[in-house]
T-cell receptor, first 110, second 114 residues
Framework: QQKVQQSPESLSVPEGGMASLNCTSS?????YFWWYRQHSGEGPKALM?????GDKKEGRFTAHLNKASLHVSLHIRDSQPSDSALYFC??????????FGIGTRVLVRP | EAAVTQSPRNKVAVTGGKVTLSCNQT?????MYWYRQDTGHGLRLIHY???????EKGDIPDGYKASRPSQENFSLILELATPSQTSVYFC?????????????FGEGSKLTVL
């Protein structure tokens, strides 16, 4: 069973629209949650982290964490074509040993 | 900007052959990792290292060995390559002192085993 599960598998949003991605973990040892983004042909890059309950906003990106339910989400407002990418949710206990989900592919339609 | 470079970027190998994927980082990070990426599986951890001379098994270590001869270099070795090891492999480094999970990835090495 995947310890980090993501939904949906893929998502299509119009330019300027809102994209919402979900992630649930099954391991209560996970304390640190990350969103990574991977453009085609590149390695994944850390997008943002969230370690505490509640919301964290960075520009057009907002992450939300509920530690009780081990659920984390990512919302992208005013989506741009450059946001088209594969988004990974990842989680780790202390020690940097990240476990990744299978990813959500986001396509922003012009 | 943190820098992780991998070589080769593309490799075609024959079944039963030996393959070595190399990774070099200039971040002075203690921790280094090898992941493989496959559709439907995401990124899966093969081996990792906490520093020169150390290697640890990740979640899918079977068929792979790792070597960390120095702080900067971390290699993934396939002694007897099989077609099931056809994949894209990513190396990453992380700062052990931060301990929070931020990793810096290389650009990937695409391996095809015929």
């Amino acid at each position: 069973q995947q310890k980090v599960q993501q939904s949906p598998e893929s998502l299509s949003v119009p330019e300027g629209g809102m994209a919402s991605l979900n992630c649930t973990s099954s391991d209560r040892n996970f304390q640190y949650f990350w969103w990574y983004r991977q453009h085609s042909g590149e390695g994944p890059k850390a997008l943002m982290s969230i370690f505490s309950d509640g919301d964290k906003k960075e520009g057009r990106f907002t992450a939300h964490l509920n530690k009780a339910s081990l659920h984390v989400s990512l919302h992208i407002r005013d989506s741009q074509p450059s946001d088209s990418a594969l988004y990974f949710c990842a989680a780790s206990p202390p020690g940097n040993k990240l476990t990744f989900g299978i990813g959500t592919r986001v396509l922003v339609r012009p | 900007e943190a820098a992780v470079t991998q070589s080769p970027r593309n490799k075609v190998a024959v079944t039963g052959g030996k393959v070595t994927l190399s990774c070099n980082q200039t971040n002075n990070h203690n921790n280094m990792y090898w992941y493989r990426q496959d559709t439907g599986h995401g990124l899966r951890l093969i081996h990792y290292s906490y520093g020169a001379g150390s290697t640890e098994k990740g979640d899918i270590p079977d068929g792979y060995k790792a070597s960390r001869p120095s702080q900067e270099n971390f290699s993934l070795i396939l002694e007897l390559a099989t077609p099931s090891q056809t994949s894209v492999y990513f190396c990453a480094s992380g700062d052990r002192a931060l301990n929070t999970g931020q990793l810096y990835f290389g650009e990937g090495s695409k391996l095809t085993v015929l």
